[in-house]
């Protein structure tokens, strides 16, 4: 909840001020122009690493390979490219760092790191709290061997049916 109230209160607050300052100093006109030029800077850059990224993923896809990697950095280019066209310089700054390379592959490497740790936690599994190895987030497994019908016996259950479809004067069930 903190995090929302910066996004959508404080910074758009920064940013106004920030600009005000700018714009004091260099003035209004080369304020917007320094502005739009880094938005056009920052969209060719966005789109020049998001074809590269693009690129290795299919590569990696050609080899039967997970482009996980390429995945979460694709969804920070996209990310960057909002922040870079969005006005103001300290979205520009967050922007640009989502863009190159270098910053890239290192959040890129914390977000995949926090993920692993949240999805694939120690201790989790069937009778465990959440949902973790052999668990559904919707209750037991349907592979759990406990879920199957099973008598005492360890001998499945059989049942019967009836086919229906001819008396389905509609064909639907064909």
């Not at 880094?38 to 920052?42: L, T």
């Not at 001819?166 to 069930?173: A, C, E, Q, S, V």
């Given at each position: 909840m903190r995090v929302l109230f910066i996004l959508f209160a404080l910074l758009p607050i920064l940013e106004i001020a920030l600009l005000i300052n700018v714009g004091s100093v260099i003035g209004g006109w080369n304020t917007v122009g320094l502005v739009l030029l880094?938005?056009?800077?920052?969209a060719y850059f966005v789109k020049r690493e998001g074809v590269s990224t693009l690129k290795t993923a299919q590569e990696k896809m050609q080899r039967n390979e997970v482009p996980g990697k390429e995945l979460v950095e694709g969804l920070m280019l996209v990310v960057a490219g909002i922040l870079l066209v969005t006005p103001g310089f300290i979205t520009d700054i967050f922007g640009f760092l989502l863009a190159m390379p270098g910053s890239r592959h290192f959040f890129a490497a914390q977000v995949s790191k926090h993920m692993k740790m949240?999805?694939?936690a120690p201790g989790m599994g069937p009778g465990a709290s959440?949902?973790?190895q052999g668990q559904s987030p919707f209750g037991q497994s349907p592979f759990d061997e406990r879920s199957r019908s099973h008598n005492a016996d360890g001998d499945v259950f059989e049942g019967e049916y009836s086919d229906?479809?001819?008396?389905?004067?509609?064909?639907?069930?064909k």
């Open positions: 880094s938005a056009f800077i920052g949240r999805v694939v959440g949902f973790g229906r479809t001819t008396n389905d004067p509609d064909k639907r069930l």
